[in-house]
């Protein structure tokens, strides 16, 4: 078996990469959704639940969990 090749970085390289530029990304802003944007996303996931063998309440008890404010009603 060959052995693997191993980058090698040196111990100057990695201090001045961390002291300059190894900063984390900022975190992304979320997107507002519009409701019809929501519901064409929401579509497979709740499809999916209902063919597991959810119920279409206990679909939307765990939409209002998620914070999307849902109703069985409609």
């Known amino acids: 078996m060959r052995p693997k ?3 090698k970085f040196s111990v100057t390289a ?3 990469e961390r002291d300059a530029g190894g900063h984390t ?3 992304k802003t ?3 959704l519009c409701l019809g944007e929501v519901i064409q996303s ?3 996931t709740i499809r999916n639940l209902i063919a597991r063998g959810y119920s279409r309440l206990q679909v939307t008890e765990l939409l209002n969990e998620q914070g999307v404010p849902a109703s069985w009603a409609c």
């Open 14 to 16: 990695v201090q001045v």
């Open 42 to 44: 929401l579509n497979p």
């Open 25 to 27: 990304p900022a975190p």
């Open 30 to 32: 979320p997107k507002a």
């Open 5 to 7: 090749t191993m980058l």
